[in-house]
Structures are given as structure tokens and as C-alpha cells.
T-cell receptor, first 114, second 112 residues
Framework: KAGVTQTPRYLIKTRGQQVTLSCSPISGHRSVSWYQQTPGQGLQFLFE???????NKGNFPGRFSGRQFSNSRSEMNVSTLELGDSALYLCASTPTGTGANVLTFGAGSRLTVL | GEDVEQSLFLSVREGDSSVINCTYT??????LYWYKQEPGAGLQLLTY?????DMKQDQRLTVLLNKKDKHLSLRIADTQTGDSAIYFC????????????FGKGTMLLVSP
């Protein structure tokens, strides 16, 4: 069974640009969530989608947005990039119908903003 | 707000047991989790424990939960150099929907 796939794995952008990151969940998983990982702040929740609807959002500015498609694939977008947006962005998918929130993470997209 | 705290670093010798500790504040979590992150990789679920349990054992891993003190620990028996990684404790955010609150992570270094 294929895992969670994130693309691209690495990217470099400059301040003011925008970026789109993609996540393909495990087949059959309908919930996709995104986290930002930085050395200073650790892992911070960005948002969660289920059946194309955002169900939950973390405490990030409106420059961070996302969406989910009918095939459960998800994208997140960061506009007007700032230096502080440099981070590892992790996507996780979760099966529905189980008791525990078992998140399976992808390898991440490492964004560097210059 | 919710908080999950861990010590930042632990160093052990190969063959010893490792114990990684975590405290959390959200008493409404139904499950608590341990994840592992190796360099350049995402997070890998190691194990989780239902909040009504005191202990869960899974091969070399033992999770202890003290709900009264909101304390969670992960014991790794016979620690190997391949266990060197960052270990994260997580609880369930009270906002639900597959949202976890993670600690900052404990870096485990296993020396031969």
C-alpha cells in the first residue's frame, strides 16, 4: 500500500513569491491534515480537510490556505512568502471510522525562503 | 492553552533502556501518541495508548500513562543505535478532527 506522497520534496523561493505544495493521501483515507515544522516552534497544526471541506484550522495568517479535491488529494498554498515561512511542511492522512487519530505522515516538503 | 512538554535530549548506551518523558495539559484526550522522526523523514507512528489504560507494551516499547499527573512515558528496551532519532509525544487537540498537539520532541542519541 503506497504511503503519503508529498511533492515537491525541496524547494527554494524568494520573499514575496507564492508556493503550492501537494499531498496524495493513502488510498481510502479521506482526512488530510497539514503541519508546519520549524526548529523554534516545533510542529504546528495548519489545517485539516475531510471530503473537500476544511474542518479545522490552526492559528496561521490568511496567507496560508489549502484545499482538498474529490480524490482526497490536497494542496496547500502560501502567498507573499516571508523568511519565517522556511520550514518543513508535513502532510498526514487519517482513515475514518477508527477510534484513534492515527496520522500517517509523508516525508514532507522542505521550503526555504531567501 | 494546550501544551505538551518533553525534555529535549537523552543520551544512552547501546543495550541500555531509554525512558522518554512527556507531560500534557489536555485532560480530555482519548488517546495519546508517540511518534518517531529520523533525519530527513516525516513522522512515523510508534504506538498510542487509550486514556483509560495505565500501560501498553508493544515488543521493545512500553508506554506508561499516569492520567492523574498527566504524565506519559515511553520506554525502549535494549536500545539500539538505529533507535537514534527524535521522539514526539502528542495528545489530541480538543478541537478534534484528526488534530494532534505535539511536544517539541526528545532527541535520543544511542552510542555504541
Amino acid at each position: 500500500k503506497a504511503g503519503v506522497t508529498q511533492t515537491p520534496r525541496y524547494l527554494i523561493k524568494t520573499r514575496g513569491q507564492q508556493v503550492t505544495l501537494s499531498c496524495s493521501p493513502i488510498s481510502g483515507h479521506r482526512s488530510v491534515s497539514w503541519y508546519q515544522q520549524t526548529p523554534g516552534q516545533g510542529l504546528q497544526f495548519l489545517f485539516e480537510y475531510f471530503s473537500e471541506t476544511q474542518r479545522n484550522k490552526g492559528n496561521f495568517p490568511g496567507r496560508f490556505s489549502g484545499r482538498q479535491f474529490s480524490n482526497s488529494r490536497s494542496e496547500m498554498n502560501v502567498s507573499t512568502l516571508e523568511l519565517g515561512d522556511s520550514a518543513l511542511y508535513l502532510c498526514a492522512s487519517t482513515p475514518t471510522g477508527t477510534g484513534a487519530n492515527v496520522l500517517t505522515f509523508g516525508a514532507g516538503s522542505r521550503l526555504t525562503v531567501l | 492553552g494546550e501544551d505538551v512538554e518533553q525534555s529535549l535530549f537523552l543520551s544512552v548506551r547501546e543495550g541500555d533502556s531509554s525512558v522518554i518523558n512527556c507531560t500534557y495539559t489536555d485532560s480530555s484526550s482519548t488517546y495519546l501518541y508517540w511518534y518517531k522522526q529520523e533525519p530527513g523523514a516525516g513522522l512515523q507512528l510508534l504506538t498510542y495508548i487509550f486514556s483509560n489504560m495505565d500501560m501498553k507494551q508493544d515488543q521493545r516499547l512500553t508506554v506508561l500513562l499516569n492520567k492523574k499527573d498527566k504524565h506519559l512515558s515511553l520506554r525502549i528496551a535494549d536500545t539500539q543505535t538505529g533507535d537514534s532519532a527524535i521522539y514526539f509525544c502528542a495528545d489530541e487537540s480538543n478541537s478534534g478532527y484528526s488534530t494532534l498537539t505535539f511536544g517539541k520532541g526528545t532527541m535520543l542519541l544511542v552510542s555504541p
